[in-house]
């Protein structure tokens, strides 16, 4: 499964690619502004939810967007302080 960390401090555009999110990430400082990447509830909400995307995967109602893919052009799941944000292109490249 592909995955991002995004900073959510304000003013702030760092997002790094991860193949998987993993416990060691917890904590982890943005390079850029050094606002914490992953809280440890946050990942513990992935974590939850991660059979779910596996799941919606196997029934080919979501796919992984192929490697380089510009992060405008893919529909992303970012969940953050209790709140679920899903973005999606309007248009294919
Ligand atoms: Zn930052």
Not at 8 to 24: F, V
Not at 33 to 46: E, F, K, M, P, S
Not at 66 to 85: I, K
Request: hydrophobic share 40%.
């Amino acid at each position: 499964m592909n995955a991002f960390l995004k900073c959510d401090a304000p003013g702030c555009d760092h997002r790094e690619n991860h193949e998987t999110l993993d416990a060691s990430m917890v904590d982890k400082p943005c390079p850029k502004c050094g606002a914490n990447l992953l809280t440890q509830a946050d990942y513990d909400v992935w974590v939850a939810l991660l059979p779910q995307f596996e799941l919606l995967k196997s029934l080919g109602v979501l796919v992984d967007a192929p490697v380089g893919t510009p992060p405008e052009h893919a529909v992303s799941f970012n969940y953050h302080d209790g709140r679920m944000n899903i973005s999606a292109p309007l248009t294919t490249p």
